[in-house]
């Protein structure tokens, strides 16, 4: 296998202007000295609480907005110091499906024109060429070539996020960026999503960054999982891994809200008192130790390093070891 992203201490922090000169008082940590890998033909999904720094991750990565710094180096090359004019032969290969199939196509284009236009951008000028091509994506993604002159609202939501798919897979890209592909639709529908992504993904070999919330999607779709907590990545390891010892005791809370068709297992659940950290003012020392059950006075004024605990398995937890031997997992 061959590593297809590697993410490097990326940070992305937003300035907090005030007054009437708009001065610069503080600064948003939104991504805070991230770090991860993925290979050709692996999903790692990126999961935590709303806020966490999921999605502006996946932006500095595909360059939707610049990195205050780190590095991203995509098939090698450094995304986060390339110019737009050097960027440009890259985005081909780095494309995104969209959380909402519904906001996410232009109601005015037809799925011709939608799934045709980044053809069309990047060259392919010979409308019959570009017809074909969009009719053998849509048959990838399990739609009928009939639908080609069809406007968005003909079809549902599940319909949708296929030829939001269709149009992400338009250019034959290494790496796909699903900002919760299946989070807006009708959970009837979500396992065909999901299922499909699995499906084209072992058909192409892609590379998958994959964002949600859902854990048992995550647990369904994913080779990895990294979780997200106020900016840091707190824990990564494989998803089985992670899911029957869990290491962080953040990553043990979001586990034991996932619903369990056991009544025995039900008085297990862990719930987090207090709020989630401000991103713009983090507490000292580990950023979780004011809702963990576990803090020391060592948490409050030590901030622990993402240390590996197993192959494969690493923590940002001083007390790591001592949560993984307890086995506690959502099984």
Known sequence: MSTVLDVRSLRKHFPIRSGLLSRVSGQVKAVDDVSFSIERGETLSLVGESGCGKTTTSRCILRAIAPTSGEILFQGEDVAKLDRKALRPLRRQMQMIFQDPFSSLN?????????????LVNGMTDTTERNARVAELLELVQLPGAYLN????????????RIGIARALALNPSLIVADEPV?????SVQAQIVNLMI???????LACLFVAHDLSVVKH?????AVMYVGRIVEIAPTRTLFATPGHPYTEALLSAVPVPDPRRRASRIVLEGDVADPSNPPSGCHFHPRCRYATEQCRVETPPLVEIAPGHAVRCLRAE??????VGAG
């Open 107 to 119: 109601p005015r284009m037809t799925i011709s024109e939608i799934i045709g236009e980044p053809l």
């Open 150 to 161: 069809r406007f968005p609202h003909a079809f549902s939501g599940g319909q949708r996020q």
């Open 183 to 187: 989070s807006a639709l009708d959970v």
């Open 199 to 205: 499906e084209l993904q072992d058909r192409l070999g």
């Open 221 to 225: 779709v994913s080779h990895r999982v």
């Open 322 to 327: 001592e949560i993984t031997l307890k086995g």
